[in-house]
């Protein structure tokens, strides 16, 4: 599977995968993503609750928390696996890069969710589903999971860092939600609001409309690029971008909640 399929693919595919409903919601949307994955889901998804998959820093989990997890849920690492989400903040992509990194064999992303699959003509139904424990063994490469020591390095060697939250929050123009985090984004660092990654309907843009995305927030895409965000979940959406313009990106996965909540470090306000 390419890293994106659409939803008549999934609909003629849909006995030969796992899906995975990978919604999450921040506490402002007021919105459940359990309760909204038992009134409707595609038939047969499991629902992947993304904090789960986290350790106690909030950070993705070691390799054997997260094989326990994925393989509880009943998803193996040879399984081909689909992630979708309903949400604003396109978190199937935090599923998917999380898969990825810690060693899923075939996995994508259903472009443009769950809208998507409805707009197909793709049918839903209600419950739970459960499946019988299977093994995932993680097998990825960790060396793509930037830790807070890496980007203090990044930082002072002047790195592509590419924060995908919204200009405003960028520039500390809007006030952080969490309590003890500053305003402002790490030096250096460009923006390019994950928003910008997609078309009106939710799917992402083209190959074309993507790279020039990046140009016009002063990225190149030809050199290293380290995502990050406001917690690490949108900026896999820039990790993916790149993906489908056949480059990798790392991801800071403590994003801006970590280093924001440091007096220590430095930060910039501002474009």
Known sequence: MEPLVSADWLRAHLHDVVVLDATWFLPEHDRDAAAEYRARHIPG???LDLPTLNGADGNLGDGSSFGQRLGALGVSDRDRIVVYDDSPLHSAARAWWALD????????VLDGGLAAWQASGGALE????TRAPAQFRVLGDAALV???ADMKAAV????????ARSPARFRGEEPETRPGVASGHMPGALNLHYARLFDADGRYKSPADLAAAFEAAGVEIDHQIIATCGSGVTAASVVLAMRLLGQEASLYDGSWAEWGSDPTLPKELGA
């Open 156 to 163: 002072a060697h002047r790195e592509q860092i590419v924060d």
């Open 45 to 47: 998804a499991l629902f």
């Open 126 to 129: 209600s419950g739970v589903v």
């Open 146 to 148: 930037m830790h807070l």
């Open 101 to 108: 990194t810690m060693g899923a064999r075939t996995v994508a």
